[in-house]
């Protein structure tokens, strides 16, 4: 990499499709024995986000709050479709998303051995989410 008239570099980097921070070193070096270090940090995010928490298990009978947040990075509103899913029960619904929709679901834990949550967005052809198994241990 060559530095300009300014001696500031640039270049260009795809992130993984995740949400994380990376660390970044770079070293430089030039004639006369001169050299450099310099380190930052850069936070990577999807332009648009669907996450939901959920208790880590429930025992069967119990009833508890999953919580769903959408939240959009960008500076538009954007028109999605949400999507929740519990077992079989689908539900969709567009909304308009300026910063952020939170949702919460009530979930029951019946006799069934787990509850597998989907909690879903899609803007376009752009689709975020998460699917959740929630154990549901016997009572006692």
Do not use: C
Request: net charge neutral; proline share 3%.
């Amino acid at each position: 990499m060559t530095t300009n008239k300014d001696g500031k570099a640039k270049f260009m980097a795809t992130f993984p499709d995740d949400i994380t921070g990376w660390k970044i070193e770079a070293l430089a070096m030039a004639s006369k024995k001169r050299s450099g270090l310099a380190s930052s940090q850069v936070q990577s995010y999807k332009p648009l986000l669907a996450q939901v928490a959920t208790p880590h298990f429930l025992v069967e009978g119990d009833s508890a709050n999953a919580i769903g947040k959408i939240t959009n990075y960008t500076t538009d509103t954007l028109s999605i479709i949400r999507t929740i899913e519990v077992e079989d029960n689908l539900t969709n619904i567009d909304l308009q998303i300026t910063n952020s929709h939170i949702d919460s679901l009530i979930l029951f834990a019946s006799s069934l051995d787990s509850i597998h949550l989907k909690y879903a967005i899609k803007q376009k052809e752009y689709k975020d989410g998460e699917i959740q198994t929630i154990p549901v241990f016997k009572r006692g």
